[in-house]
Nanobody, 125 residues
Framework: QVQLVESGGGLVQAGDSLTLSCAGS????????MGWFRQAPGQGRDFLAS????????YYVDSVKGRFTISRDNAKNTLYLQMNNLNSEDTAAYFC??????????????????WGQGTQVTVSS
């Protein structure tokens, strides 16, 4: 059983940068492919980015490619999402997730096994 806890959300201005963290515990963190998702009010949970267990492979949805960077530090059991040039459309609850699937990338919500509780990001224009 893996427990995930996100942090780093908050209220920022348009154009600002923000880094989210996701601390993992209770499992072998490096063995899991990790992903970031977000969910705006009244919307579904959308895939943003995924990273392989060893951190070598990354994959992004086109809408955040070039603005968001996913990374991980397996020594610290921590996943990150660096977000640059934020705009109002980035306002959402952000979730990290872990999957034991052996293929990459993993982009579907239902293919992730463990989820954090989410952290809110609000971008004011």
């Amino acid at each position: 059983q893996v427990q995930l806890v996100e942090s780093g959300g908050g209220l920022v201005q348009a154009g600002d940068s923000l880094t989210l963290s996701c601390a993992g515990s209770g499992g072998t963190f490096r063995s899991y492919t990790m992903g970031w998702f977000r969910q705006a009010p009244g919307q579904g949970r959308d895939f943003l980015a995924s990273i392989s267990g060893n951190g070598v492979k990354t994959y992004y949805v086109d809408s955040v490619k070039g603005r968001f960077t996913i990374s991980r530090d397996n020594a610290k059991n921590t996943l990150y999402l660096q977000m640059n040039n934020l705009n109002s459309e980035d306002t959402a609850a952000y979730f990290c997730a872990a999957t034991a699937r052996s293929y990459f990338p993993v982009t579907i919500v239902n293919n992730y096994d463990y989820w954090g509780q989410g952290t809110q990001v609000t971008v004011s224009s």
